[in-house]
């Protein structure tokens, strides 16, 4: 699953190989043989592959069909949060940061 459509969504993308081990800091034969089912990036590589194809590690690994279902980071969802104030111009409280975060999860990852 991994090799098609990381050569798929790179090619897509306008993107060689060389390019794509450069931005992830790997040589060209190792994503070379990701490609060619040769061997599996381990997840952390996987989750970098899917950012720099804009798409999600799960459309990668085969969990869904749908590359356009983009997974949130929790880094880019705290930093949201972290800009946002509550409706009254009050800090957002840890309790409505765990209610926001919960709720954009399960949002983003029903959007088909």
């Given at each position: 699953?991994i090799p098609d459509r990381l050569k798929k969504?790179?090619?897509?993308?306008?993107?060689?190989?060389?390019?794509?081990?450069?931005?992830?800091?790997?040589?060209?034969?190792?994503?070379?043989?990701?490609?060619?089912?040769?061997?599996?990036?381990?997840?952390?590589?996987?989750?970098?592959?899917?950012?720099?194809?804009?798409?999600?590690?799960?459309?990668?690994?085969?969990?869904?069909?749908?590359?356009?279902?983009?997974?949130?980071?929790?880094?880019?969802?705290?930093?949201?949060?972290?800009?946002?104030?509550?409706?009254?111009?009050?800090?957002?409280?840890?309790?409505?940061r765990e209610i926001i975060k919960n709720y954009?999860?399960?949002?983003?990852?029903?959007?088909?």
């Amino acid at each position: 699953m991994i090799p098609d459509r990381l050569k798929k969504l790179r090619k897509q993308a306008g993107l060689t190989q060389k390019q794509i081990a450069e931005k992830i800091q790997v040589g060209q034969n190792s994503y070379s043989n990701w490609e060619k089912g040769n061997r599996t990036p381990i997840q952390p590589t996987i989750d970098k592959l899917a950012e720099i194809l804009n798409t999600s590690s799960e459309y990668l690994t085969g969990i869904t069909d749908d590359p356009t279902c983009i997974k949130i980071s929790e880094t880019d969802l705290d930093t949201a949060i972290d800009n946002s104030v509550a409706y009254d111009g009050t800090p957002i409280t840890d309790h409505d940061r765990e209610i926001i975060k919960n709720y954009l999860n399960e949002y983003f990852s029903n959007k088909k």
